[in-house]
């Protein structure tokens, strides 16, 4: 389920982001900076994502691609660093953007151990073998 920003602020509505979260979510992924937006979202705004999460036992995974290109007044906020989301973000990131080595795409994922140990299951499964449309069949 998509959750709406609402223009012209680009804000979500707390009752849609709240349905979504109640439809049995396993994981929410948040963009914050919001590419293309430009969006930075506030701490009011993450610690509602974050209560949501924790009700709702959801994984958060956060694209903080543009961490590093905010202007004030704004200030961009690591979501695994608020209270009791640290055991349920993966953070990713980008080496590419900040570095301006966009072709490159070189990015990384930060969580916990044993979060990241199932990541570099999926990531083994989705790299290691051949796409089925590809595979020969007899």
Known sequence: MHVRLHPPHYRFDPAELRAAF????????LCNPSNPSGRVFTLEEILQIAALAEEFDTFVITDEVYEHIVFPPHRHLYFATLPGMRDRTLSCSSLSKTFSITGWRIGYLQSTPRIVAQARKVHDFLTIGAAAPLQRRS
Do not use: E, T, V, Y
């Open 22 to 29: 109640a439809r049995g979510l396993k994981a929410f992924i």
